[in-house]
């Protein structure tokens, strides 16, 4: 059974930072696509960030310049986010394993998913 455990989430100023981590219970972070996806109050989940193992990494528009997806290991993966917006309230989820191309940010793709974390930005 495959579990991925997200952290770091929180509430901050506008401007401020947060790391998130997605910690899995098995060395599942292996030749795959990774990600990150977040879904506010009354809408749809998006993508943010997919990184493939050892490849290159895939972004919102809407974030990028100020999010950093990184894999740290065969299980932990990381999201640096930076100049946090009020638009980026939402609950953060991890996911992992996605059967479509790693570039479409496309969470009907992906095969197993976190809780997730909160993250508030107030202005």
């Known amino acids: 059974q495959v579990q991925l455990v997200e952290s770091g989430g929180g509430s901050v100023q506008a401007g401020g930072s947060l790391r998130l981590s997605c910690v899995a219970s098995v060395n599942i972070f292996l030749n795959t696509c990774m990600g990150w996806f977040r879904q506010a109050p009354g809408k749809e989940r998006e993508g943010v960030a997919t990184i493939y193992t050892g490849s290159r990494s895939y972004y919102a528009d809407s974030v990028k310049g100020r999010f950093i997806i990184s894999q740290y290991n065969a299980n932990t993966l990381h999201l640096d986010m930076t100049n946090l917006k009020p638009e980026d309230t939402a609950m953060y989820y991890c996911?992992?394993?996605?059967?479509?191309?790693?570039?479409?940010?496309?969470?009907?793709?992906?095969?197993?998913w976190g809780q997730g974390t909160q993250v508030t930005v107030s202005s």
């Open positions: 996911a992992a394993v996605a059967t479509g191309a790693c570039g479409d940010l496309r969470f009907s793709d992906f095969k197993y």
